[in-house]
């Protein structure tokens, strides 16, 4: 009778405990609504934080999808449409063909999938895993993750400052009321340093962007004279 009841759990020559008596894709919609509705309770709860945690949900569902975000510089509003590349745990950081462009969710007034775009749900993001990088991470996982990329922005949500820390050498046109221009220096605790010393407070912080095609060979420029 199990099999016939729970046929979905047949696992080679045994079978796994079911979650509930419910069928699989109902049970999946029951999960989602009762995390929809503990984020909503939570968002209640603990209002300085809510912004933040619905960004964090949809931005993540929308991971390598375009949206489009409304935000804000003062009285400015800020039209964007762009690539969700990194969801991290205070920004997210868009690409489109030719820039970046990292958004506090501070400075988000709405964001939404763009007009006649399917708004396809992605609960989440596969990594290729192989056995190799298997094995690094089972036996050293610290190491293994921090020097790639990828796999930093799968397990850890980066702060933005954290994130900047990465583009060292490199020009960047930031947006904190007014607009400044620059190569980054230093990203210290809490602010950005450019080549012409003036200082940034991240908090203050509403809009970032970045060339794609100049920062590869700035980033590059940037280490190989730190070695020098």
Known sequence: ???????????????????????????????????????????????????????????????????EIYSRNREEVIHTIGKVTVVGRNFVMLRTLFTRIWIPYTAIHSAKTPFGIADVPASHQNVVIDEELRRKLLTNFGATVAEKETLRQQFFEELLETNLKNMKGTKLTITAG???????????????????????????????????????????????????
Do not use: C
């Open 178 to 228: 007014k607009q400044h221009s620059g190569k980054v220096r230093e990203v210290q605790l809490g602010k950005i340093i450019l080549k012409n010393n003036e200082e940034l407070m991240i908090n203050k912080i509403n809009y970032i962007k970045q060339a794609r095609f100049i920062s590869f060979f700035q980033r590059y420029l940037s280490k190989w004279t730190s070695k020098v």
């Open 1 to 67: 009778m199990y099999e016939k009841d729970y046929p979905e759990l047949k696992k080679e020559e045994g079978y796994t405990s079911p979650a509930s008596s419910l069928p699989l894709h109902e049970l999946k919609m029951l999960q989602e609504y009762i995390h929809s509705a503990n984020l909503q309770n939570l968002g209640q709860k603990l209002p300085n934080y809510k912004q933040q945690m619905i960004l964090l949900k949809f931005f993540k569902a929308k991971k390598n999808q375009l949206v």
